[in-house]
């Protein structure tokens, strides 16, 4: 796959919008994540200590939009477990008959529901800051998966020199340095049924892998598929090839 | 005469009423092409196809998108995680419009190199010219669609070049906002000319065909056949060359959309717009960062959109500006050298549209923006003058051919050509 890439790579070699974009002169830590590669997977495990992880950190403050309970059987869940997940979540629905709005208990097919009613009330709630939808974040940066890694991973004391406002906080990983979002993990901040460490570099690295999955819920099954066609075309560009010279044998002897 | 040649009566039946088997048979069969033909000359059939790709995946993603600011972007969520395979139809169409104008671009330069917009093919030049120019528009408007922040203020950011015509700008901009901002009418109006645009090309696509099969394709050697012994019928000999140019083009068009499908697009573009929120760069899609840097290089708002839309314009009278009858860039030793120059010269122009503009970038795209206009309205001119050429082939089959019966086609043209 390195010679397409590079192929690629030069047909598009003024795509530096993609690479330049973002990260300044940050160093993001760099991981070998198991869904690098063309026949890279999702670790089923880790998505679901990083979905616990989402629930008990990060939802207090950041939506995730775009994902249904129903999307969790990605993550190896039944649809009973899948029930139970959602049933813990109170949904308005509605209007019922008499006109009414009611909060029911969440059911598959419901959306994760928001934890501000709406923006103005999240920026309320956070200092003005905005949280963000979490469903495409690693999609949303430049190196998603290692962006948000070493976000997670990087809130430090600020160098002397740097004066911290109110309100921010010092993190070697974000553009500038200074960022709205307090450090939401100090390690041991859940406790995993598989016994899994819980140090922070380790809630952080099941973050990225369950918040990849939910920026791209096909990832799987699109290297997957790659790989098959991959083959064929292969074996395609093979057998044309033959069939050419076969055909313009004629042509070069005349 | 031609009745004849089918033996299925239906077939007869009907060509004789309507001679479309007649006509496939003739333009897609026996159609002569000169033998000498290299792989660039497989560009032509990859664009009509990359078209068609984009067409199809296109016509089945409408079905899912919803052209509205508040749903556009959650549609396109929708599709890539809701609708079965919406992923992969828009990965697709998302790297096809990149792969498109690589295709194309490669085409442009093929046609640069051997000459091929000299006469008698200058209205075929000028209709690919035009082709390019409405798939610019067609991309720029597709790339909205999404509702991203690079698309909303991509949107912005272009749009808002008409204001600098004198006199009727501004009312031009409002014309294209459908008000007095990027809003709702915007993204309407782009979609329906998104959906438009594309057939329009189709239509212009077929004149170009038209304009081709009249002389024939032109060659690397660039002399026309002198008879039927300098070329083949299309089928099978260029079919099946064709066929064996579009493996290779899906194998690499696969590789992005499975691999790394999200590369040549902008990560800011999974973020909803957000018209309050300016993104520290706005960069257009990669294919139109050369015209961005002409456009940024002049320091004048107009100057900068006379340049940008100048440097499509000069391809359109370039059939005149190089009049110099030999067609391949083989027998024309400074022409090559500045052909390759030119071609350095337009991938800076991509590089530094890509950066910032400050410092050093400024100097660099406003030297690469001059050398652009000059390589056509200075050099090729003079050229035609002052160039001698290299004494050309008698024929396509003798260059074909060489003095070795046995030799390939191809290392042929090159003891020739070297």
């Known amino acids: ?254 | 005469m031609s009745a004849d040649k089918f033996s299925n009566p239906v077939v007869r039946w009907i060509d004789h009423r309507l001679p479309i088997f007649t006509f496939m048979d003739h333009e897609l069969n026996e159609y002569p092409t000169p033998k000498n033909l290299n792989y660039f000359w497989n560009f032509g059939s990859l664009a009509g196809i990359s078209l068609v790709i984009m067409i199809v995946t296109g016509i089945v993603l409408a079905m899912s998108y919803t052209p509205h600011v508040d749903y556009a972007f959650q549609s396109v969520e929708r599709i890539m995680r809701d609708v079965n395979h919406g992923w992969l139809l828009r990965y697709i169409h998302m790297n096809g419009a990149s792969f498109f104008f690589i295709v194309v671009f490669i085409h442009i330069f093929r046609g640069l190199y051997y000459g091929s917009y000299k006469a008698p093919r200058e209205l075929l030049w000028i209709l690919g010219v035009l082709i390019l120019l409405l798939m610019m528009a067609t991309a720029f408007m597709g790339y909205v669609l999404p509702w991203g922040q690079m698309s909303f203020w991509g949107a912005t950011v272009i749009t808002n070049l008409f204001s600098a015509i004198p006199l009727v700008g501004d009312s031009i901009v409002t014309l294209l906002w459908g008000g007095f901002s990027v809003d709702n009418p915007t993204l309407n109006r782009f979609f329906a000319l998104h959906y438009l645009m594309p057939f329009l090309i189709v239509g212009v696509v077929i004149l170009h065909l038209v304009a081709l099969h009249r002389f024939g394709s032109n060659n690397p050697i660039g002399i026309d056949p002198s008879g039927p012994q300098d070329t083949v019928p299309f089928h099978p000999y260029y079919t099946i060359k064709d066929f064996f140019g579009l493996s290779i083009f899906l194998t690499l068009f696969a590789a992005a959309i499975f691999f790394f499908p999200n590369f040549m697009g902008h990560p800011d573009n999974y973020i909803p717009a957000n018209p309050m929120q300016t993104p520290a760069h706005i960069v257009p899609e990669w294919y139109f960062l050369p015209f961005y840097a002409i456009l940024r290089a002049v320091p004048d708002k107009l100057g900068g959109v006379v340049a940008m839309f100048g440097a499509i314009a000069v391809l359109f009278i370039l059939p005149w500006l190089d009049r110099s009858p030999i067609r391949s860039g083989n027998f024309r030793p400074i022409f090559r050298i500045f052909f390759w120059v030119f071609v350095v010269d337009c991938i800076a122009l991509g590089y530094l549209g890509g950066m910032p503009a400050e410092g050093i970038y400024v100097v660099l795209s406003r030297v690469a923006t001059a050398w652009y206009f000059l390589h056509f309205l200075a050099i090729l001119p003079l050229l035609s003058v002052i160039e001698t050429p290299r004494p050309l082939p008698q024929s396509l089959s003798k260059s074909v051919l060489g003095g070795n019966a046995m030799a390939g086609v191809a290392s042929a043209v090159k003891e020739k050509v070297r």
């Open chain 1, 1 to 254: 796959m390195k010679w397409c890439k590079a192929i690629i790579f030069s047909c598009a070699l003024f795509a530096s919008n993609a690479i330049a974009a973002g990260s300044g002169d940050v160093v993001l830590k760099q991981k070998d994540w198991s869904f690098n590669g063309p026949f890279g997977t999702l670790d089923k495990a880790a998505m679901q200590r990083g979905f616990q992880a989402y629930r008990e950190i990060c939802a207090s403050c950041h939506s995730l939009n775009y994902i249904a309970f129903r999307n969790l059987s990605d993550l190896g869940y039944n649809d009973d477990e899948i029930k139970a997940f959602a049933a813990e979540y109170d949904v308005e629905d509605g209007p019922n008959d008499e006109g009414e709005m009611f909060i029911r208990p969440g059911i598959a097919a419901d959306r994760f529901p928001s934890p501000y009613p709406n923006d103005a009330a999240a920026r309320a709630g956070n200092n003005g800051a905005y949280p963000p939808d979490l469903s495409l974040i690693t999609k949303a940066r430049a190196k998603g998966p290692d962006y948000l890694y070493s976000l997670l991973t990087s809130y430090k004391d600020a160098p002397e020199d740097k004066d911290v406002p109110d309100g921010m906080y010092y993190n070697a990983a974000y553009p500038g340095y200074l960022i709205a979002m307090p450090q939401p993990i100090y390690g041991e901040d859940v406790t995993y049924a598989d016994g899994a460490p819980t140090d922070v570099s380790a809630i952080a690295s099941d973050l990225v892998y369950f918040l990849t999955w939910t920026a791209e819920p096909s990832l799987e099954k699109r290297k997957r598929t790659g790989v098959k066609v991959m083959i064929f075309l292969l074996i395609m560009v093979g057998m044309s090839y033959g069939a050419m010279k076969f055909i313009w044998a004629d042509v070069k002897k005349a």
